[in-house]
């Protein structure tokens, strides 16, 4: 089934007028994965219409990064949404989604200048305006994003909690490739040799996860101790950031925590940046080393 496609808001509230039952929308920029794929299957478990918007967002890029190169795919991108049944595909160009350049945003507040804000600041607050325009627009009853980008998932449903905002959120799980790399559109980036020091994220959270009997410090100590290696593997990875946060927040858990939290980590390769997270969860009180 190929799935209607809309460019414009008039082609959008077209369509959109006549669904029935519930909407789920999936948001993604494009170059789709597996990783897209799975969302879009949790989406039909869950509603029954599905909409998939296809939007690479300027704002949520800084000076720098990879605006310009970021993949697009949009007849293969087409040909994954037809393969899992999408109803309806909302393909903006710039011009639809900001008619005039942006006066008044989302800020992203205190959760979006800590962990990936600091390393991509203003990120966060380009995000959020996006994905608030997307649910204006398409008016989906939920709303379905990866636990890939778990600092965005916490930020878009702390957003829609805020601002009262009438949409239900759902994560989807990580998707990952056969050696542990998480997926991403920006893999396609690697060489082969990269994309071997990239490993070293994913080994290192098994590692971190690995470690939770011992409580925070072990499992930052043990990730930390397989990173240090791809530090200094060719090519080399440049670390980001390692931390091991609350889920809702993302503040760093103090030495004590129990209950859930996230490790979370990101580097370089290349000039390919990179992200993953692990949930973790502390029973009890750690153990004494």
Same mark, same amino acid.
């Given at each position: 089934?190929?799935?209607?496609?809309?460019?414009?808001?008039?082609?959008?509230?077209?369509?959109?007028?006549?669904?029935?039952?519930?909407? $789920?929308?999936?948001?993604?920029? #494009?170059?789709? !994965?597996?990783g !897209?794929?799975? @969302?879009?299957?949790k989406?039909?478990?869950?509603?029954?219409v599905?909409?998939?918007?296809?939007?690479?967002?300027?704002?949520?890029?800084?000076?720098?990064?990879?605006?310009?190169? %970021?993949?697009?795919?949009?007849?293969?991108? /087409?040909?994954?949404?037809? $393969?899992?049944?999408?109803?309806?595909?909302?393909?903006?160009?710039?011009?639809?989604? %900001?008619?005039?350049?942006?006066?008044?945003? /989302?800020?992203?507040?205190?959760?979006?200048?800590?962990?990936?804000?600091?390393?991509?600041?203003?990120?966060?607050?380009?995000?959020?305006?996006? =994905?608030?325009?997307?649910?204006?627009?398409?008016?989906?009853?939920?709303?379905?994003?990866?636990?890939?980008?778990?600092?965005?998932?916490?930020?878009?449903?702390?957003?829609? &909690?805020?601002l009262?905002?009438?949409?239900?959120? =759902?994560?989807?799980?990580?998707?990952?490739?056969?050696?542990?790399?998480?997926?991403?559109?920006?893999?396609? %980036? @690697?060489?082969?040799?990269?994309?071997?020091?990239?490993?070293?994220?994913?080994?290192?959270?098994? $590692?971190?996860e690995?470690? &939770?009997?011992?409580?925070?410090?072990?499992?930052?100590?043990?990730?930390?101790?397989?990173? *240090?290696? &791809?530090?200094?593997?060719?090519?080399? @990875?440049? @670390? *980001? %950031?390692?931390?091991?946060?609350?889920p809702?927040?993302?503040?760093e858990?103090?030495?004590?925590?129990? #209950?859930?939290?996230?490790?979370?980590?990101? #580097?370089?390769? #290349?000039?390919?940046?990179?992200? *993953?997270?692990?949930?973790? !969860?502390?029973?009890?009180?750690?153990?004494?080393?």
């Amino acid at each position: 089934m190929t799935p209607v496609i809309a460019k414009t808001r008039e082609e959008l509230a077209s369509v959109r007028s006549g669904v029935t039952g519930t909407l $789920a929308l999936v948001p993604t920029m #494009g170059a789709l !994965h597996e990783g !897209h794929r799975s @969302l879009i299957r949790k989406a039909h478990q869950v509603a029954d219409v599905v909409a998939v918007s296809i939007f690479v967002n300027p704002l949520q890029f800084g000076p720098g990064e990879d605006l310009d190169r %970021y993949p697009r795919t949009f007849a293969a991108d /087409i040909e994954a949404c037809a $393969a899992e049944g999408v109803d309806i595909v909302f393909a903006p160009t710039q011009d639809v989604m %900001y008619p005039t350049p942006p006066v008044v945003t /989302i800020d992203s507040g205190p959760m979006g200048r800590v962990v990936e804000g600091i390393t991509r600041p203003g990120h966060f607050d380009g995000m959020l305006t996006v =994905v608030m325009k997307l649910l204006n627009v398409v008016r989906p009853d939920v709303a379905i994003f990866g636990e890939k980008d778990a600092q965005q998932l916490a930020m878009i449903r702390r957003m829609v &909690a805020d601002l009262e905002v009438p949409v239900r959120i =759902v994560g989807g799980p990580t998707v990952r490739e056969l050696g542990g790399l998480a997926l991403s559109s920006r893999n396609r %980036y @690697l060489s082969e040799a990269e994309r071997r020091t990239a490993l070293s994220l994913s080994q290192a959270l098994q $590692a971190g996860e690995d470690a &939770a009997p011992g409580g925070p410090a072990a499992v930052v100590a043990a990730a930390k101790a397989v990173l *240090d290696k &791809a530090v200094g593997a060719d090519p080399p @990875l440049k @670390l *980001d %950031y390692l931390v091991l946060v609350d889920p809702s927040t993302f503040t760093e858990v103090e030495a004590g925590h129990t #209950g859930d939290a996230v490790l979370a980590v990101a #580097g370089r390769v #290349g000039t390919t940046h990179l992200i *993953d997270n692990v949930p973790v !969860h502390f029973a009890g009180t750690p153990k004494e080393s």
